[in-house]
């Protein structure tokens, strides 16, 4: 297998974008990418989405978006693995340039939430959740969340103040973050007296609904090097595994078995470790699953990540910074569009584009996509060439 | 890259199968060509379906069916390319096997239609097409297909007769393939005098709607040939394309774009002529799509389709046989599964396993496999290694 480099980047305003349309945020991080890459063609296209069904009435958006991209006749799937459709993208670009099929592959990610009503757009994020023994009994993704957070709480004392703390960093960082959803910094008193959505998780526990789109061009890495004058960002590593649609058949509530499955590989393949790692983008749709995420992923012991978080562990000049980019609660969360975001986020940290949230000279960043309940993980490391 | 083998097969029967769920049928399909190619585990997995979301209220059906088979944790990934979704599959399960990522691919093709209502399902078959620019003017499938069959009438002389017989050709196939959705037999004159749906297209030029799955086991050549008793097919060739995903922005409605440049690259890749194909199985959502594919093919001249069915010469005894299994027209179309079944049904035939519907002594075979109108091809030439 050929050594796969991101060789560009691309992505929108994340938001409630009334004035764009999916076609419209797809091209415009794709035209992005493509100029910031310098490619003058691509090859072939996955396009990340969850669910333009439900929430615009329009499957089979891949080569719709390779057509207005004006790339048609080009190869254009799209993936869908719920909330990790950006990342499980990404994997089939990487596996399709690895192999030699193609020199120049574009992954986009994309997601045009807020044409619904909210409601909907509920419903249509709880088929993500296993819809016989969940979905028709009522219980919605902020309610499976709030199971996990309970159990946390239950078995290592996690505390309502360190889940704040995750809400209250992340806005931190996407108030720095131009491109955020989100510019208001918060406390955790603010957190505290947000509307309660489930127990123990109140609103600002919970990631937004949000319109956007994210898309990165992968060439082999020999390639690349000849391309153009970006610092090089190979994917080292990436890993993917799965796990029940159901929590209820899980042994454990506290602990993602794909997210520890999914890392294992990506180290191996990286021949790295979780203390090699300089800075991490992870899924944390709720506060809650930052918190096990830093745990699952090795960056701190299981239990202790609630810990970790309050004593500024996870800050952007800390011993390990997570979601530096505000992360999914804020910088929003198109769904589709979230795992190839964390990509274009990392990409800017590693070359040391990252603006005011730049951490220190990184040199490994890991990616951590998780779709559903943590039915499906993607874990993906960079490293500069 | 490795070559690729196809070294099991299953597939459900086709039909209204009111007492199956989609998790059955996926499990049906995957159990049966798991057994077929004597594995004990697979590494990763690909589902191919089209709108769980809208059909069955589920999406993330990826991680459900692997989880269900007993897999987990293994990768699994769900491709939609609209009615194209099967062999938008198969090519990622070829390109994983061929980088040397994984031995031991499933691809697994699945849809449950008949939950709903026909309206229903004819609402989700509709969002293949352009939302904004097709959907929104009440312009449904048939209705595309039919403007396909006029104009092709118009230019070449097609007549009447000639799409009825691809119906009873396929009808006559179905009649003995027991996994077939009809086995009814029917004439030119049952075609004629069944309801009208889109001017020229009656009920009989239209495929029907589906539940059902298929599956196959894909490893690598080298590796196959020390597995197991079956003769041994590879895939030769495989390319994917794709067109405007709203036909009114094309040159051409009597040629599919997608499928010249699909089967190119798959005549290129296994080094074959149209001429060396001895068996197809084609997507014959429609019976006019059947004669505008055996001459973008390369089978027939252009605009010689319809005559070539009246001369018998894609019947199974024929020149060329055009879908021995019945086709989508009288096998079924469950959408996600169709590309799948196309290349269980061709693995029958090369292995000299398809019963009374057997091509004599068949070598190298041709699957193809269109999504929307034609926004989306993917061309699949296998040969026994």
Redesign the interface.
């Known amino acids: 297998?050929r050594e796969v480099a991101v060789v560009g980047i691309g992505i929108t305003k994340f938001g409630a974008l009334w004035d764009k349309?999916l076609r419209d945020l797809a091209i415009e991080a794709s035209l992005e990418a493509i100029n910031d890459s310098g490619v003058d063609h691509i090859d072939s296209m996955y396009v990340g989405n969850?669910?333009a069904?439900?929430l615009?009435?329009?499957?089979?958006i891949?080569?719709?978006v390779?057509?207005y991209l004006g790339q048609?006749?080009?190869?254009?799937?799209?993936?869908?693995?719920?909330c990790a459709s950006g990342a499980?993208a990404l994997?089939?670009g990487f596996?399709?340039v690895?192999?030699?099929?193609s020199d120049v592959v574009m992954v986009l990610g994309v997601e045009k939430m807020t044409d619904v009503t909210t409601p909907q757009a509920v419903y249509?994020l709880s088929?993500?959740?296993?819809?016989?023994y969940e979905?028709y009994q009522g219980i919605t993704f902020p309610a499976l969340f709030a199971l996990v957070a309970k159990r946390h709480m239950f078995e290592f004392g996690t505390t309502r103040k360190q889940l704040s703390l995750v809400a209250v960093k992340n806005h931190k960082n996407a108030s720095k973050n131009p491109k955020a959803q989100f510019h208001n910094i918060i406390t955790t008193e603010d957190v505290e007296k947000s509307p309660m959505i489930a127990d123990p998780l109140h609103l600002f526990d919970c990631s937004p609904i949000t319109d956007g789109a994210a898309a990165v061009v992968l060439m082999p890495l020999e390639k690349a090097k000849k391309l153009n004058n970006h610092k090089i960002v190979k994917i080292a590593g990436i890993g993917?595994?799965?796990?029940?649609?159901a929590i209820y058949?899980r042994e454990s509530f506290v602990s993602f078995?794909?997210t520890i499955?999914a890392a294992e590989i990506a180290y191996k393949m990286a021949d790295k470790r979780p203390e090699d790692i300089d800075v991490a983008e992870v899924h944390d749709c709720f506060t809650i699953a930052e918190i096990c995420t830093i745990e699952d992923l090795g960056f701190f012991e299981k239990g202790k990540g609630g810990e970790a978080i309050e004593n500024g562990l996870t800050d952007i000049d800390g011993k390990i910074p997570v979601n530096p980019s505000g992360g999914l609660k804020g910088k929003g969360h198109p769904v589709g569009a979230t795992g190839v975001a964390q990509i274009v986020n990392l990409v800017e940290q590693l070359r040391g584009e990252a603006g005011e949230n730049q951490v220190k000279d990184p040199k490994i960043a890991l990616a951590h996509n998780l779709?559903?309940s943590g039915?499906?993980v993607v874990v993906t490391i960079l490293e500069v060439a």
């Open positions: 297998m349309s969850f669910s069904g439900t615009i009435e329009q499957e089979h891949a080569p719709l390779a057509d048609n006749p080009i190869p254009a799937t799209r993936i869908e693995n719920a499980s994997k089939m596996i399709e690895a192999s030699g099929m249509s088929l993500a959740a296993d819809r016989e979905g993917q595994a799965s796990d029940t649609i058949q078995n794909a499955k779709g559903g039915s499906t």
